[in-house]
């Protein structure tokens, strides 16, 4: 797949492996931005204020954990687990998957807290989106299990 980066030009790598030379940062910032491109304008608003907060000049990167925190579960999986939104549910499934198969150990530690701690917390959520959930999630919801106060797989709450 071709992915084209902000500010032009184009990464010529395959979903969901990353390229070495990338950062997680920007991987999650690239596969948010590909997947719900309808989420642009937040991924920049999200730029800009840390840019105001850390100042101008400072060299800094949203970090991978910022985008998955702010505005893949805040803006996207939350809302449409509110909402039950089907098809994004669906699509936020496939991203979750590929997140999980990434490579990259600060990746999937931001998943793993951030969106799978975070739906078995509330399991109210996590019986919502269960019926989207891939096998990554599905194993990982498996190895939490015996910890859990619920049965994650049974029918009910």
Known sequence: MT?????????RWRWPLVPEEMTDSKYVRLLISDR?????????????????????GHD???????????IFMEQILLP??????ASTLAKASKTIEE??????????????IRIIDYL??????WFKFRQFAGPNVI???????????????????
Request: hydrophobic share 30%; aromatic share 12%; net charge negative.
């Open 60 to 70: 800094f990167e949203v970090g991978s954990y910022t985008y998955i925190s702010e």
């Open 80 to 85: 449409s687990l509110d909402a039950r939104e």
């Open 99 to 112: 997140l999980l198969e990434c490579g990259r150990e600060s990746i999937l530690e931001g998943v793993n």
């Open 3 to 11: 992915m084209g980066a902000p500010g032009g030009g184009a990464h």
């Open 139 to 157: 194993k990982q919801v498996s190895q939490r299990r015996r910890f859990l106060n619920f049965d994650p797989f049974s029918e009910h709450i």
């Open 36 to 56: 719900f491109p309808n989420k642009e304008e937040d991924l920049l608003k999200l730029e800009r204020d840390e840019r105001e907060l850390f100042g101008e």
């Open 120 to 125: 078995l917390g509330f399991p109210e959520y």
